[in-house]
């Protein structure tokens, strides 16, 4: 089945209170973040989508797919369903090693040239964890950094999945100005999630949760996209500190002042 479009319309949040958003509808290519403080229901308007509601779950929302309900085959043969779900729980109960795990992971799929999905899921995954990922090394050996990278990478390029949900990547490690840019280049539906301010910004929307409810969508624009982008150059400079700190190197005001001077910024 091919999927054109994503909606979710509203219910009801922890009091019995209506959602304030009534409906949102995401095309494909479409990037949006859920977010909220903790306890607000961001993970279960995530969970509504991934289980497809149909009015059946606590919230009372309801989940379309090009328009219609969602197709019973959906939720009863896992190699038609067509979210990949990328919790924050990334244990493995094989120790296949990582190529293997892959291989027979695309091999389901039944991918053609399987040589070069794995070599376009591995770079994905390397672009995403600042520790290289040894194709030979075992799945319970991975941090979950890599764990999560690799997760992600594999439901992009081998899985394929149409709709993906991401639920706080931002807690594993993970490169979050590299996956955006990466992620941007696939024609798929793109949920977050998140805490992160940038990953929210550089949203095309965000979905306000307060106490279990849909309470606003907030539309991207230019002013928050330049501010995107100065968080950006701070995200950067904590990623490049924190590399040195793992090389066993130290941190000085003159190594601080430096990079600060090259990003712009007054010492």
């Known amino acids: ?13 922890k009091s019995g209170q209506p959602d304030l958003v009534q409906a949102f509808e995401l ?24 289980l497809f509601a149909n009015r059946n779950t606590p919230s ?8 219609e309900p969602a197709p019973e085959e959906f939720m009863n043969d896992p190699s038609k369903n067509p979210i990949a779900f990328i919790t924050q729980h990334t244990n493995f109960l094989s120790d296949l090693p990582v190529r293997r795990f ?22 994905f995954a390397n672009q995403l964890t600042g520790e290289p990922i040894n ?14 990278a690799l997760l992600i990478a594999d439901a992009v390029t081998i899985g394929n999945s149409p709709i993906i949900l991401l ?22 539906i793109f949920i977050f999630v998140t805490h992160d301010p940038r990953i929210a910004l550089l949203s095309d929307f965000r979905i306000v949760m307060q106490n279990g409810a849909m309470v606003k969508i907030i539309e991207a624009h230019d002013e928050e996209l330049r501010v995107a982008e100065e ?25 601080m002042e430096e990079r600060l001077a090259a990003l712009g910024y007054a010492a």
């Open 60 to 67: 009372r929302r309801c989940v379309f797919i090009n328009n």
């Open 135 to 148: 194709p030979d090394c075992g799945m319970t050996e991975l941090s979950g950094g890599q764990t999560r």
């Open 27 to 50: 095309k494909m290519g479409d990037v949006i973040s859920i977010v909220g403080p903790t306890g607000s229901g961001k993970t279960t308007l995530i969970d509504d989508i991934a």
């Open 231 to 255: 968080i950006k150059k701070l995200d950067d400079l904590i990623l490049h500190f924190r590399k040195l700190i793992r090389n066993g190197e130290r941190l000085t005001e003159n190594i």
């Open 102 to 123: 892959l291989e027979i992971h695309a091999g389901i799929r039944r991918r053609e040239n399987i040589a070069a999905v794995l070599e376009e899921t591995f770079d």
């Open 1 to 13: 089945m091919k999927i054109h479009s994503l909606k979710i319309t509203g219910g009801f949040g």
């Open 167 to 188: 639920d706080e990547i931002e807690n594993a490690g993970i490169h979050r100005t590299k996956a955006l840019e990466l992620l941007k280049r696939y024609e798929k």
